[in-house]
C-alpha cells in the first residue's frame, strides 16, 4: 500500500499560483504513475493532471491546460501540481493518486488508482 501525503493548498485571489506537494511512501516510488483529481461539495470527482511513472508522459484535463503542470522529483518521492492563473472554479479539495504500474501512458481514469491521499483544500477568491 502507498501513503500519500498532500501539502500546499490554501487561499489565492484569482490569478495567483499555489503549488500542491505530495509524497508518497510505502513503495518505490520509480513504480508509480501518479494523478491529481478534484472534487467539489456535490459534485463527482474529476480528473485534473497524470504522469507516468517516469515522468515523460503527463496528460491534462481541458479546464486547467496551459496553467497547471504536474511533475515528479524521484530523489524526494514527490509529485508536485504547478497551478497559475487560478480562477474560482479551480476551488475544490484536490486528490493525489497513485498506481503501481510501469506504464508508458499516464492515467486519468479513477478506477486506475489503488491508493489515495487525504486531500488539501484549494480555495480561489475572486
Known amino acids: 500500500q502507498v501513503q500519500l501525503d498532500e501539502s500546499g493548498g490554501g487561499l489565492v485571489q484569482a490569478g495567483g499560483s499555489l503549488r500542491l506537494s505530495c509524497v508518497a511512501s510505502?513503495?518505490?516510488?520509480?513504480?508509480?504513475?501518479m494523478g491529481w483529481f478534484r472534487q467539489t461539495p456535490g459534485k463527482e470527482r474529476e480528473f485534473v493532471a497524470a504522469?507516468?511513472?517516469?515522468?515523460?508522459?503527463?496528460d491534462y484535463a481541458d479546464p486547467v491546460k496551459g496553467r497547471f503542470t504536474i511533475s515528479r522529483d524521484h530523489i524526494k518521492n514527490t509529485v508536485y501540481l504547478q497551478m497559475n492563473s487560478l480562477k474560482p472554479e479551480d476551488t475544490a479539495v484536490y486528490y493525489c493518486?497513485?498506481?503501481?504500474?510501469?506504464?508508458?501512458?499516464?492515467?486519468?481514469?479513477?478506477?486506475?488508482?489503488?491508493?489515495w491521499g487525504q486531500g488539501t483544500q484549494v480555495t480561489v477568491s475572486s
Open positions: 493518486a497513485a498506481a503501481a504500474v510501469i506504464s508508458s501512458r499516464p492515467f486519468s481514469a479513477q478506477y486506475q488508482y489503488h491508493d
Open positions: 510505502g513503495r518505490p516510488f520509480w513504480s508509480l504513475a
Open positions: 504522469i507516468n511513472w517516469s515522468g515523460g508522459s503527463t
